[in-house]
């Protein structure tokens, strides 16, 4: 609730919103933003039954080291049929770090050794497409950030590799859903 009414970091939900739907129009993925906030406050991995059905974007409480930007966690769901395990993502959850983090919540460039947000959430969304660190500072999928960095721009190999995961989502269902 506090993310989508914008009220520990104000202007971070709109930094998110411009990585959001950078990825959308790089890869038209069939992401949405639900037009109201949740209620939940835990990402999968806390929650008892490991996994509930709601994506959660929010600031971490606690759960964070002190140099972790963000994190994407992924919870996934599988079938066995015949000898084949088949699995899919069943739940997204970012969470960013709130503690001590001096961000950028841009548009404008990144100064003053902060860390721009826009940035970290198009890396944490990146993820989400199932795409994995690259040892490349330019590039916006590398396992690190830096102050100043400002990495907005989804490039044509990430853009490629989360065309092709979409590919193999849309291509059947998989365990009863429907692709």
Request: aromatic share 12%.
């Amino acid at each position: 609730t506090d993310f989508f009414n914008d009220s520990d970091f104000p202007g971070a939900k709109a930094a998110y919103e411009r990585a959001f739907n950078n990825w959308v129009c790089e890869t038209g993925v069939n992401w949405s933003i639900s037009d109201s906030p949740t209620t939940v406050d835990e990402v999968a991995f806390e929650s008892k039954d490991g996994g509930d059905p709601v994506n959660v974007i929010r600031f971490d409480n606690g759960s964070l080291s002190d140099e972790t930007l963000g994190t994407c966690f992924y919870w996934f769901k599988g079938c066995s049929i015949g000898n084949t395990i088949s699995w899919y993502v069943a739940e997204l959850d970012i969470v960013f770090n709130s503690e001590d983090i001096l961000w950028n919540l841009g548009p404008d460039p990144t100064s003053g050794g902060a860390f721009d947000f826009e940035s970290v959430a198009l890396h944490e969304l990146g993820h989400g497409h199932m795409l994995a660190h690259v040892i490349d500072p330019n590039n916006s999928m590398h396992y690190a950030n830096t102050p100043n960095a400002d990495k907005r721009v989804i490039e044509s190999n990430n853009s490629n590799a989360a065309k092709g995961v979409q590919d193999r989502s849309t291509g059947s269902s998989v365990c009863g859903v429907p692709a």
